[in-house]
């Protein structure tokens, strides 16, 4: 939390509090020594729209009375408490219009700033024309999509969607067009530096668009599905050993192979769908990768595990984690945009 805010929520109360009473116990005096009753002036400046009845009764207050009866203090000291009232008044006033006008222009949902909301919005309106863009020369080619921006430019595509308006001006483009032809498949992605690495645009190949709220940026979904598939045909091998030695056809013919990949903007996870084989036997199975990166880094994790009927109570089934990130070596890799 900020400072600025902690000041507020904090030191903000007190401030207004004190000045409060010390304008009510003003008003007090002022009114008897001008000859009206204090505390019934005090409750209405107190209850009454406070500061602006503060205001009110400096602008219409009667003159102080003379006399024997008077009990005025010196016109210097007068003057100081009528100017500090005022000063006071015009403070606490400015403080109540500003301070809601300033938070309001500056809380905006998921933590950013309305100028920031703005630019969100921007964004995800060019991604959504890249999008369409990137459909309908994925079906005139043939199921083939896009591997550039010079291939969109014949459908209409103008510099300024290449680029959103949270980055730098003159960098390189803010998106990246991904291949893939299904609903389901990422098909555009932004830079995540774009909005300060806490989130980005993505667009899917049904042509909706999502707003991933994560510092930890989605990888393509071929490269996620053939990661997993490397790390559970390796484990499978491995695994097999150990089963040969407690059941006698061991795992038997056993297969491996990764079918559907999703990916959850709203989770910011994916569903991977994996069939297998085992002793005869074939299973299907949904794993779940979460992100588990860091800063500079997006990395997903997620586990699968063995479940067989017939084996041993002294062996148990074992579980493998599954990592998935954008330094593993896979078809179409791409680097983070500089």
Known sequence: MRLWLLILLFAGPV?????????????????????????????????????????????ARPAVQTGAMAAAPPPSRSGRGCLWAALIALIVLGLLIMVPIWLLLNAA?????????????????????????????TKDHGGTPPRSFEDLRAYGLVDTLQHCPAAEKGGPPSYRLDPGSNETDIIILENWKNHGGKGGTIAFGDGHVEWVNSPCKPLRLDVVKAAVERQLRVWFDDVEEKFQKVLPEGLGDKSVQVGAVTFNARANCYQVEVHWQVQGREFRSVMRLDPAGFPGLSRYTGTFGLCLDNVPDSVANPVIPVVVDELMDGPAVEKELP
């Open 15 to 59: 401030v207004l509090l004190a000045a409060f009473v010390g304008s009510v116990a003003w008003v007090w005096r002022d009114a008897n020594r001008r000859g009206q009753p204090g505390f019934i002036v005090a409750v209405l400046v107190a209850f009454l729209f406070w500061p602006l009845s503060l205001i009110a009764w400096l602008l």
């Open 109 to 137: 949902p998921m933590g950013g700033g309305a100028r920031e909301a703005a630019r969100r919005i921007a964004c995800q309106n060019n991604v959504k024309q890249l999008a369409a863009m990137h459909i309908i020369y």
